[in-house]
């Protein structure tokens, strides 16, 4: 959905649009609150001082829910935030280059199906290998599969076998999702999507509780992708299992300096953000049960532009 800004009575702009101040209001409103309830405490009981600093210091963290598991979006939900200046180190493609920045989750453009069957389609490859850690991915376009303490190439390892595990309409499925989430980001952020290319790494991830065993397998650090990868310009992601109900931990969450703002996982929900500091996350540790997501990401230079994979 096109996201409008101002009013019009076109149906789009029941599309739920949230802008996110990089202000403090929310955090003095929770101070207001809970000075409220220290004072009530202190009421009630004598030792003000030390309830008073236990119960500021116990709300320090605050954690919002953008979109729950249970819940299932009709329309993209799209928050947005202003755009951070990193873009301004990079050269700049009319057409595709943040103007507007945000995150957003969209439940309408990968059915729950179309997840089952890339789910199926990772199970089958990460099998071939897998990180004696709990983290690992396989990349179709690179064919970089975790493998122990290492990556192998799945092309290359496997050869023409690879055929057994993959049909070509597993592939039409990843390029037609690849596509659908291109046009929904080019939709929702203004840009022409022509002028956007996919980029690497993008990749499937399998995610348990296993201790990690190299640094590849520490996926929970909070981390801004444009610092990450330079090339990266939106950042989408794809999950394949739910939150909840097939593994625990493992959200998604945005840290914002007034609030950590989490996505919860959801088999066909897609989650995608413009990859800057605007957009610092990181992924909880999963704690039990199995995630499974593909990353999805797309700059804006042609340099960096790589093709849809294909069987070798
Ligand atoms: C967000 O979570 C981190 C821990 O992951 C915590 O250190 C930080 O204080 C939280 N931020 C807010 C604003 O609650
Ligand atoms: C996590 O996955 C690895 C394979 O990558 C497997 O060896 C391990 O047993 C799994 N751990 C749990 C807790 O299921
Ligand atoms: C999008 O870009 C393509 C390729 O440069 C161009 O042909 C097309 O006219 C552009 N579309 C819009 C709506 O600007």
């Not at 955090?27 to 000075?35: E, L, N």
């Not at 507007?100 to 990772?122: F, I, M, P, S």
């Not at 309409?169 to 690849?178: A, G, K, M, S």
């Not at 929900?269 to 500091?277: I, L, N, P």
């Amino acid at each position: 959905m096109v996201q409008r800004r101002g009013k019009s009575s076109t149906p789009e702009s029941s599309v739920i649009e949230k802008k996110i101040k990089r202000g403090n209001a929310q955090r003095q409103a929770s101070a207001w609150r809970g000075s409220q309830t220290v004072l009530f405490v202190c009421v009630a009981l004598a030792g003000c001082g030390i309830v008073g600093w236990l119960y500021l210091s116990q709300t320090d963290d605050i954690t919002e829910t953008l979109v729950s598991r249970s819940e299932v979006l009709s329309q993209p939900r799209i928050f947005t935030v202003q755009c951070s200046d990193d873009y301004e180190n990079y050269k700049r493609f009319p057409g595709c280059t943040p103007q507007k920045c945000g995150r957003a989750v969209a439940d309408n453009v990968v059915t729950r199906e179309e997840a089952h069957t890339l789910k199926r389609l990772a199970e089958r490859g990460l099998s071939l290998g897998g990180s004696d850690g709990g983290a690992s991915i396989l990349d179709l376009h690179s064919g970089a599969l975790s493998m122990g303490k290492k990556f192998v190439n799945i092309y290359r390892y496997f050869g023409d076998q690879i055929r057994d595990i993959f049909s070509e309409e597993d592939f039409e499925l990843y390029r037609d999702v690849r596509g659908r989430i291109q046009t929904l980001i080019a939709e929702t952020f203004g840009l022409n999507s022509s002028h956007m290319y996919l980029t690497k790494p993008t990749f499937f991830s399998r995610i348990n509780s296993t201790a990690p065993k190299t640094t590849h397998d520490e996926y929970w650090h909070p981390h801004v992708d444009k610092v990450t990868y330079g090339s990266f310009d939106y950042t989408s992601l794809l999950y394949l299992s739910d939150y909840g109900a097939e593994f625990g931990g493992g959200r998604f969450v945005f840290m914002d300096s007034n609030a950590n703002r989490t996505v919860e996982p959801r088999a066909g929900r897609v989650s995608f953000f413009s990859s800057g500091s605007e957009n610092l996350h990181r992924v909880e540790k999963v704690t039990w049960g199995t995630r499974y997501a593909i990353t999805v990401s797309f700059t804006c230079d042609p340099e960096h532009a790589i093709a849809n994979p294909a069987l070798p």
